[in-house]
């Protein structure tokens, strides 16, 4: 905004103002608003402010709650096993790999509890996981079907034994064979250079390589029985 003497007006065209300074300011019409006395310049309504929105409340509740809620029923179960340090593992989800043809699927777990124990989860099919000693979860081949209280009982078989004498075989036999293949080379007196050993040398480093490997994949074993029980039984954990 500008004040001063308005000198010439030209509607539509321009008008000239000259200022308490002395220069005479010359505008377009384009750019003028309003060009008259101080007193008569209309008055801007305010601009309309936006509504502020509603502030969002969340209580704590809102930021426990799972990303899915299952609605039905739950059972109580309780988990059980012969062996000690026995920990079950509830399927978390499933990740997939692929190259070319080959296709390779894992499976993340969480642990319930470390037998023996009582939970609760919803009625229907799970899948589930055995661990002992903190080690990796290992699968249950079979999924775990539950309509009620149940008695899960866990059965772990564990092939440490077997890997252990794989890695055995798999030491042992190559030391043997190498042996074997440089009996000619150390005891060669200028005859005939026999080559037998190194054939039996080799094909014992192989066998034993491929008997170790065999022995060294062996994974443990893990199973569970499921034992509904009946609501009026006693010690049955009953229904949520």
Known sequence: MMRGTITELVPGERVTLL??????????MAEVEWAGPAAEMPVRAPAPQPAAA??????????????????????????QSDDSDIT??????????????????????TPICTAPCEASLPAGTHYM????GGDTPVDVEDPVVVHGPSVLEASYDSRA??????????????????????????????GDFDTTPIFIG???????????????????????????????????????
């Not at 200022?19 to 377009?28: C, D, H, K, V």
């Not at 996981?129 to 002992?132: D, E, F, M, N, R």
Request: charged share 15%; proline share 7%; glycine share 14%.
């Open 19 to 28: 200022l308490p300074s002395g220069e005479a300011r010359q505008i377009a």
């Open 54 to 79: 509603a502030p969002v409340t969340r209580t704590p509740a809102d930021d426990r709650r799972p990303f899915v809620t299952v609605h039905g029923p739950e059972a109580r179960l309780q988990l």
């Open 88 to 109: 079950f593992h509830l399927a978390a989800g499933d990740a997939i790999a692929t190259s070319g043809s080959v296709v390779a699927v894992g499976r993340s777990y």
């Open 129 to 132: 996981a055995l661990s002992t």
């Open 161 to 190: 034994g077997t890997r252990a004498a794989g890695w055995i075989i798999f030491i042992g036999g190559q030391a043997v064979g190498i042996g074997v293949m440089l009996v000619p080379l150390l005891s060669v007196d200028g």
């Open 202 to 240: 080799g094909g014992i480093a192989l066998a034993s390589l491929l008997v170790g490997l065999l022995l060294r994949g062996t994974s443990d074993d893990a199973s569970i029985e499921v034992h509904p029980l009946s609501a009026q039984e006693p010690g049955a954990p009953g229904i949520l």
